[in-house]
């Protein structure tokens, strides 16, 4: 029997690269399997059936602004409902002190109003020895919208109004991204506070607040935008909304 051919290294690695080769594409084909089963005829790669956060809230934004118009016809209708059928004199006070303390009454007199922006494109720091900003340097936050509603509340605000929306004690400021969500509607900078109360403990309380001591900095070093101005003669509006609690915030 002639001598049997010893197995050289070069033969033993071409096996163990058939091997693996195998072996790869088995593992491939059963992901491909996997893919299509979860798949069952979509495109896993594609979001087009998914709205990003941003256009939720959007589109919500649209259908509260409608439903809140609704609203708004009803309770005009009801009231005028109310006072053509008249009553006790003592009865339609005690609804008008009820009406005005839940805020559903426009509010007119002395008052301030409150302008926050972001800081202009492609800002830089404006003050020697600060560092360079950063994204959130140059945008306003919750914190700041909401510090300036609280010091209002502090400094005997009767009445607060942000963009055009009355708060009421379940109102609460949010943001999501760069845009501020209120009362199931969505707003852009720059962002308007008012309220109606004696202008000069209003001022003071608003530039004694820490938070918006802090924000200040960032005006000066970065460029936000701030502005504070009196008015002899401030109208806030009726709020309009429902008075379900969904989140607490609001006057303290």
């Not at 559903?104 to 926050?116: A, C, F, H, S």
């Not at 003071?204 to 802090?214: G, L, Q």
Request: net charge neutral.
């Amino acid at each position: 029997m002639p001598p049997q051919p010893s197995r050289t290294p070069a033969t033993g690695t071409r096996i163990v690269g058939r091997a693996l080769t195998c072996a790869v594409f088995a593992l491939a084909g059963l992901l491909f399997y996997v893919s299509a089963q979860t798949a069952r005829g979509t495109d896993l790669r594609t979001d087009n059936s998914l709205l990003s956060l941003s256009d939720v809230i959007r589109q919500r934004s649209s259908q509260n602004q409608q439903a809140q118009a609704q609203l708004a016809d009803l309770q005009a209708r009801s009231q005028e409902l109310t006072e053509q059928q008249g009553g006790n004199p003592a009865d339609t006070a005690r609804q008008d002190a009820l009406r005005d303390a839940a805020a559903l009454e426009p509010l007119q007199g002395p008052g301030l109003t409150v302008t926050l922006n972001d800081a202009p494109p492609n800002a830089t720091a404006r003050i020697p020895g600060v560092p360079e900003p950063g994204v959130n340097d140059l945008v306003i936050h919750q914190q700041d919208i909401q510090a300036v509603v609280n010091a209002l509340w502090r400094g005997g605000a009767e009445g607060v109004q942000v963009m055009d929306q009355r708060l009421i004690s379940t109102s609460a400021v949010r943001c999501v991204g760069n845009t501020l969500l209120l009362q199931g509607r969505v707003y852009s900078p720059p962002y308007v506070v008012k309220a109606v109360g004696r202008t000069d403990a209003l001022r003071s309380a608003v530039e004694a607040d820490p938070t918006i001591r802090n924000y200040l900095q960032y005006v000066q070093a970065y460029g936000l935008g701030w502005k504070v101005q009196e008015s002899g003669d401030l109208t806030v509006p009726g709020y309009s909304g429902t008075a379900d609690l969904r989140s607490a915030g609001g006057q303290p």
